[in-house]
């Protein structure tokens, strides 16, 4: 069975910095695709960023997080984090590790989200 678990959500006051990360677990044969995706309150799930299939490939990012947030692969391991800085209030949702990968096939996995608050 193939987990993905989250941690370092919170509550940060605007301007503030906060690191999540994300570690895979389970029968995994190979990662396509790691990354982060939110869902700000009363809105759909959107994507935050994500990276390459392989090492040293671009990263994309959505244009809200660019410059501010960046996001860490381990391409050895199955660990993936996202770094966040200058939080707005409008970064409040609660943020979900996303993987692609081949495991009894190709499917897509979901962690089971962490909370992020940014107050005034």
């Known amino acids: 069975q193939v987990q993905l678990v989250e941690s370092g959500g919170g509550l940060v006051q605007a301007g503030g910095s906060l690191r999540l990360s994300c570690v895979a677990s389970?029968?995994?044969?190979?990662?396509?695709?790691m990354g982060w995706y939110r869902r700000p309150p009363g809105q759909s799930r959107e994507l935050v960023g994500i990276?390459?299939?392989?090492?040293?490939?671009?990263?994309t990012y959505a244009d809200s997080v660019k410059g501010r947030f960046t996001i860490s692969r381990d391409y050895a391991n199955t660990t993936v984090s996202l770094q966040m800085s200058s939080l707005k209030p409008e970064d409040t949702a609660v943020y979900y590790c996303?993987?692609?990968?081949?495991?009894?096939?190709?499917?897509?996995?979901w962690g089971q989200g962490t909370q992020v608050t940014v107050s005034t």
């Open positions: 389970g029968n995994i044969f190979s990662i396509n695709n």
């Open positions: 996303y993987m692609k990968a081949t495991t009894y096939g190709i499917s897509e996995y």
């Open positions: 990276t390459s299939g392989t090492s040293g490939g671009p990263t």
